[in-house]
T-cell receptor
Framework: QKEVEQDPGPLSVPEGAIVSLNCTYS??????FMWYRQYSRKGPELLMY????GNKEDGRFTAQVDKSSKYISLFIRDSQPSDSATYLC??????????FGRGTSLIVHP | GAGVSQSPSNKVTEKGKDVELRCDPI?????LYWYRQRLGQGLEFLIY????????KSGLPSDRFSAERTGESVSTLTIQRTQQEDSAVYLC??????????FGPGTRLLVL
């Protein structure tokens, strides 16, 4: 079992939909949880960073962490075509090197 | 500059040649990481530099891969005797100590 599992998609939704992106992880020592967005032919950019269970909101984005289930989610409200990208989760424990999921490709069509 | 920069942005080389990829981290960032991203795959950790400490080379896939960093500035990733399976995007990231990472745009390497 990989340390971080993420469905590669693609996930295709209509504009305005609520998007749910998810990752599961196996190591309970993981404490820091990040979501990156990667546009085609660009490097990943940090969207959300959290280190506790519960929800963290930033504009249309909400990151949710459930440590008991080892499950993290990123919700995007009122999705826009400009949200079309690959979304990578990254999880870190005591090590300085995060473990990345393989990314979920999201397509928001007008 | 404001962000991490990498050069070249694209590199096409012939199998067996050596290539050098460069990363300029954000000024003041003590940590620097190299990753490899194959098409449709996640990020594969290669090497990590933190200040003047010995680098963590545990992710380098073979002895054809090496990297150097001058102090807390520029880093160079070298791939010797390139193979077709080395074709990928090579991403560099920097951070303040163990804080979150900021990525460069990557170098797209194609080995023919």
């Amino acid at each position: 079992q990989k340390e971080v599992e993420q469905d590669p998609g693609p996930l295709s939704v209509p504009e305005g939909a609520i998007v749910s992106l998810n990752c599961t992880y196996s190591n309970s020592a993981f404490q820091y949880f990040m979501w990156y967005r990667q546009y085609s032919r660009k490097g990943p950019e940090l969207l959300m960073y959290t280190y506790s269970s519960g929800n963290k909101e930033d504009g249309r984005f909400t990151a949710q962490v459930d440590k008991s289930s080892k499950y993290i989610s990123l919700f995007i409200r009122d999705s826009q075509p400009s949200d079309s990208a690959t979304y990578l989760c990254a999880i870190k424990g005591g090590s300085y090197i995060p473990t990345f999921g393989r990314g979920t490709s999201l397509i928001v069509h007008p | 500059g404001a962000g991490v920069s990498q050069s070249p942005s694209n590199k096409v080389t012939e199998k067996g040649k050596d290539v050098e990829l460069r990363c300029d981290p954000i000024s003041g960032h003590t940590a620097l990481y190299w990753y490899r991203q194959r098409l449709g795959q996640g990020l594969e950790f290669l090497i990590y530099f933190q200040g003047n400490s010995a680098p963590d080379k545990s992710g380098l896939p073979s002895d054809r891969f090496s990297a150097e960093r001058t102090g807390e500035s520029v880093s160079t990733l070298t791939i010797q005797r390139t193979q077709q399976e080395d074709s990928a995007v090579y991403l560099c990231a920097s951070s303040m100590a163990e804080k979150t990472q900021y990525f460069g745009p990557g170098t797209r390497l194609l080995v023919l």
